[in-house]
């Protein structure tokens, strides 16, 4: 007996088992897509949940690689400088011996001197 027939617009004959069969490997190539990304996301939020369970500290270290991640590879010896820079810097303010001067104080020079509104 002769399977079944579904005639297309341009007359080929299109087998109805065959196109059956390509739905259902359809269905269960997205059903597997979709229980694979249901079990990332679960794995997503057990780490956002073990994460928030961390100490401070530990949160601010990982928020801080997380942050690295997405740069490029550090320079290890511009690291090194801004980190020195920053610390004399504190050094300066925690001795005086730097004056501080008023944002608007800083911004008002070059306006006056370049005639900004």
């Keep these: ?60 270290n990982l928020i801080e690689k997380l942050l690295m991640s997405f740069n490029q590879p550090a320079d290890e010896e511009i690291d090194r400088l801004w980190a020195g820079n920053a610390e004399l810097r504190i050094a300066q303010v925690e001795e005086g011996t730097v004056k501080f001067v008023i944002v608007e104080e800083v911004f008002a020079k070059p306006s006056r001197k370049y005639k900004f509104s």
């Design 1 to 60: 007996m002769a399977s079944p027939k579904h005639s297309t617009a341009n007359g080929d004959g299109l087998d109805v088992k065959l196109m059956f069969l390509c739905f259902v490997m359809c269905i269960i190539t997205l059903k597997g897509f979709f229980s694979r990304r249901k079990a990332k996301l679960k794995a997503h939020d057990r780490v956002i949940e073990e994460a928030l369970t961390l100490s401070a500290d530990i949160r601010l």
